[in-house]
């Protein structure tokens, strides 16, 4: 049974920080490409970024590139979204999910397992 744990979201000011972190239990972690997806109210999901198994390959949305960073530890099974110079368009529930690829993909059908979501909301 593979599960997703995401934690890490909070509320924080127009420019903060936050760090939001993706525990991976049930799979061997470290072939799989990981994703970040985030929904706000009233919105489809969309793709945030995501990181190859290897770590060696990484893509971003072109709203948050340069201010978000992914990253993944292999030993903690754990996969990270470092975001910075949040905006208030930036609020909705972030989710981690993983599938059966090594390589990373943008579109949610590459992902089979989801997380249950951490809420972001960035104040102005």
């Known amino acids: 049974q593979v599960q997703l744990v995401e934690s890490g979201g909070g509320l924080v000011q127009a420019g903060g920080s936050l760090r939001l972190s993706c525990a991976v239990t049930g799979r061997t972690y470290s072939t799989y490409a990981m994703g970040w997806f985030r929904q706000a109210p009233g919105k489809e999901r969309e793709f945030v970024t995501a990181i190859s198994g290897s770590g060696g390959f990484t893509f971003y949305a072109d709203s948050v590139k340069g201010r978000f960073i992914i990253s993944r530890d292999n030993a903690k099974k754990t996969v990270f979204l470092q975001m910075n110079s949040l905006k208030p368009e930036d609020t909705a529930v972030y989710y981690c999910?993983?599938?059966?690829?090594?390589?990373?993909?943008?579109?949610?059908?590459?992902?089979?397992?989801w997380g249950q979501g951490t809420q972001v909301t960035v104040s102005s």
């Open positions: 999910a993983t599938g059966s690829r090594s390589s990373a993909s943008t579109t949610m059908d590459s992902y089979t397992y």
